[in-house]
């Protein structure tokens, strides 16, 4: 039987199946949904200074109190724009504005800087840095941007590099007889089945980003596997998602399936045009336009 019969079948099932009633994961842990939170206006003067009211946190900054808020915050305002390039950081202003201690501001600012957000030099301070010196494969930053001023150009941004990375992925994948890795894309395709059956976005939703992370691991390419992050952070932003079954259907699943399908047989073409096709289900994910070689 074909994965793809198999998913329909298991969409049909009731929840004694064990894969447990609708958004049910206790055998996948995911992180909650994070919640969009548009920061404050261009200056401190009325930014939220309660950062236990901050609802949104990356999982840069996830489950870290006040410390990982304070990023959140910060990390924001940078990257859409509120703390504009070569602004000063002045950490006496920052602890008083959002009532931390110092030891707080100090390792936020740390952070930052790992992520290229901020520098700090002697006699000069901290300042914020240009876009030129982020991280931007930084999870963190891919979120942040997508809810600023830039959030188109982080989505096409973001779609062209899922086409660059998921279909190559998907042919080395074909390569890799990792029996227990294929066994838990078939998993994932099941319980998407299941969820789409029962109406459950954020199941399928989370179900479909553990397929694509656990694809990219299966390519055996660890600069590929590197980059399994970004493509987590791209099918996790909310506020317009860009998941390859962004409205779960039958289409989406056979495409899952067929993937699923090929790295078994161990067909690297099929695996690849497949991933394909499935990126192409999505209308907001479109393969990038290569503009042809210019004649002399």
């Given at each position: 039987?074909?994965?793809?019969?198999?998913?329909?079948?298991?969409?049909?099932?009731?929840?004694?199946?064990?894969?447990?009633?609708?958004?049910?994961?206790?055998?996948?842990?995911?992180?909650?949904?994070?919640?969009?939170?548009?920061?404050?206006?261009?200056?401190?003067?009325?930014?939220?200074?309660?950062l236990g009211r901050v609802g949104r946190r990356t999982a840069g900054s996830r489950g870290r109190?006040?410390?990982?808020?304070?990023?959140?915050?910060?990390?924001?305002?940078?990257?859409?724009?509120?703390?504009?390039?070569?602004?000063?950081?002045?950490?006496?202003?920052?602890?008083?504005?959002?009532?931390?201690?110092?030891?707080?501001?100090?390792?936020?600012?740390?952070?930052?800087?790992?992520?290229?957000?901020?520098?700090?030099?002697?006699?000069?301070?901290?300042?914020?840095?240009?876009?030129?010196?982020?991280?931007?494969?930084?999870?963190?930053?891919?979120?942040?941007?997508?809810?600023?001023?830039?959030?188109?150009?982080?989505?096409?941004?973001?779609?062209?590099?899922?086409?660059?990375?998921?279909?190559?992925?998907?042919?080395?994948?074909?390569?890799?007889?990792?029996?227990?890795?294929?066994?838990?894309?078939?998993?994932?395709?099941?319980?998407?089945?299941?969820?789409?059956?029962?109406?459950?976005?954020?199941?399928?939703?989370?179900?479909?980003t553990e397929f694509h992370s656990l694809l990219i691991q299966l390519a055996g390419n660890r600069?590929?596997?590197?980059?399994?992050?970004?493509?987590?952070?791209?099918?996790?932003?909310?506020?317009?998602?860009?998941?390859?079954?962004?409205?779960?259907?039958?289409?989406?699943?056979?495409?899952?399936?067929?993937?699923?399908?090929?790295?078994?047989?161990?067909?690297?073409?099929?695996?690849?045009?497949?991933?394909?096709?499935?990126?192409?289900?999505?209308?907001?994910?479109?393969?990038?336009?290569?503009?042809?070689?210019?004649?002399?």
């Amino acid at each position: 039987m074909s994965t793809l019969a198999h998913t329909m079948m298991t969409a049909a099932r009731s929840v004694d199946s064990g894969l447990g009633a609708p958004g049910d994961l206790d055998r996948y842990p995911y992180a909650e949904a994070p919640v969009a939170d548009r920061v404050g206006p261009p200056s401190w003067e009325g930014v939220e200074t309660d950062l236990g009211r901050v609802g949104r946190r990356t999982a840069g900054s996830r489950g870290r109190g006040l410390h990982g808020q304070l990023v959140q915050q910060l990390g924001q305002m940078i990257v859409s724009g509120d703390l504009g390039a070569d602004r000063p950081l002045v950490p006496e202003e920052i602890g008083q504005r959002f009532e931390v201690s110092r030891t707080v501001v100090r390792e936020s600012l740390r952070v930052l800087e790992a992520k290229g957000l901020v520098s700090a030099r002697p006699n000069v301070g901290t300042r914020v840095r240009p876009v030129s010196d982020w991280n931007l494969l930084d999870p963190d930053i891919i979120e942040w941007r997508a809810f600023g001023p830039q959030r188109d150009d982080q989505r096409r941004e973001l779609n062209e590099l899922r086409w660059t990375i998921e279909p190559l992925a998907a042919r080395l994948a074909a390569g890799h007889g990792r029996e227990d890795v294929q066994q838990r894309l078939a998993d994932m395709v099941e319980i998407m089945g299941h969820a789409y059956a029962q109406g459950d976005g954020i199941t399928f939703s989370r179900a479909d980003t553990e397929f694509h992370s656990l694809l990219i691991q299966l390519a055996g390419n660890r600069m590929l596997e590197h980059l399994s992050g970004i493509v987590a952070a791209a099918l996790q932003v909310s506020g317009g998602p860009v998941t390859a079954c962004d409205r779960p259907g039958e289409s989406c699943l056979a495409h899952h399936g067929r993937i699923v399908d090929a790295l078994a047989a161990g067909d690297a073409v099929a695996a690849e045009t497949a991933m394909r096709q499935l990126l192409t289900v999505h209308p907001g994910v479109e393969p990038p336009v290569v503009p042809s070689p210019r004649e002399h």
